[in-house]
């Protein structure tokens, strides 16, 4: 029974993220943290400081990070504001 109620909360990988919002509140936004693979979709990052965060492969979809600090942030394959995947070597900014 506890894993069939931990699979239906479970966020799948979708193209659909209407129904998805910032889920992995374990990742905290702060300088260094460790949020490798984390969903946090429409998360307001405005003006946070994630220097040398460890952000691969993130869901950060409609997230806003207007004047986020990302020096040192590893961004390889983070699912970008626009929709848009990063490069593998992507560090500081999404290439």
């Not at 699979?7 to 949020?35: G, L, R």
């Not at 405005?46 to 950060?60: E, F, H």
Request: glycine share 8%; net charge negative.
């Amino acid at each position: 029974m506890l894993v069939g109620s931990l699979i239906s909360n479970a966020h799948a990988w979708t193209d659909d993220i209407d129904f998805i919002d910032d889920v992995n509140k374990a990742c905290k936004f702060e300088p260094n943290a460790q949020c490798t693979s984390a969903v946090r979709v429409g998360a307001n990052l405005a003006g946070i400081d994630m220097n040398g965060a460890s952000m691969t492969t993130m869901r950060l979809d409609k997230a806003n990070l207007q004047r986020a600090i990302l020096i040192q942030a590893k961004l390889g394959n983070v699912t970008w504001v626009d929709g848009r995947i990063c490069a593998e070597q992507s560090v500081g900014e999404c290439l």
